[in-house]
């Protein structure tokens, strides 16, 4: 019998486990920053949803939200934090665990 709490889906990070905001993690996880527009269609969603789910991970520091302008547009960038990262890393190798003979 295995000790409670020793089931890697304990690891999950509940705010992770819905597939937007995993995917919003995993686009920005490999780069310094990206613009809304380019994660928005990277993760097919609409601005609404990708704002909502952004705010979500913002709220939880995983992600900063950086407004600017571009040639007197306004722009939008994404960048994960260290915190944000972490959880990713911690998510995935959760996830790994669990598709694999852990015991």
Do not use: C
């Amino acid at each position: 019998m295995t000790p409670p709490g020793s089931h890697p889906r304990h690891d999950l990070d509940p705010l992770l486990n819905a597939p937007v905001r995993l995917s919003v993690i995993a686009a920005l996880a490999p780069l310094d920053k990206a613009e809304f527009g380019f994660v928005r269609d990277l993760v097919e969603v609409s601005d609404s949803v990708l704002s909502k789910q952004v705010a979500a991970l913002e709220e939880a520091g995983y992600v900063e939200v950086h407004k600017g302008r571009v040639a007197r547009r306004p722009r939008t960038w994404l960048a994960t934090t260290a915190e944000g990262r972490a959880a990713y890393q911690r998510h995935l190798a959760a996830l790994r665990a669990i598709a694999t003979d852990w015991s």
